[in-house]
């Protein structure tokens, strides 16, 4: 795998945390907070059609790559918003533990970030 490169990045994605807060009868409501939009480099790594349950249906998701510059504290928890579609993040790798740059594998599905 070549070393990421800056000039390389050049998608805007937006990272988003998962928050839960309370609603007026007591109950946990969950919602997405979005951060600024960071420049990405995206890679599409494969694509295939899961099968939903075994009377039939498929869903399909695909496996992608950002890679970003480094910021601590993103986990699994966060999702990715890139250009209206959600990525669930599988996981998160410091390249090369560098602190310069953070690969996040990534997936769709039927839980849209969830």
Not at 31 to 54: C, D, F, Q, Y
Not at 58 to 66: G, L, S, V
Not at 99 to 114: A, E, M, P
Request: charged letters at 25%.
């Amino acid at each position: 795998m070549a070393a990421p490169c800056s000039r390389d990045l050049n998608r805007r994605i937006v990272i988003e945390a998962l928050t839960q807060t309370k609603d007026t009868q007591g109950g946990m409501v969950d919602s997405w907070t979005a951060a600024p939009p960071v420049w990405a480099k995206i890679m599409n790594l494969s694509g295939n059609e899961r099968k939903l349950t075994t009377h039939g249906g498929d869903a399909p998701e695909a496996r992608t790559e950002f890679t970003i510059r480094y910021q601590a504290g993103i986990t699994p928890k966060h999702r990715i918003n890139y250009s209206g579609k959600l990525y669930n993040i599988k996981h998160v790798n410091d390249y090369k533990e560098q602190h310069k740059f953070l690969i996040l594998t990534c997936d769709t599905g039927l839980n849209q970030g969830r």
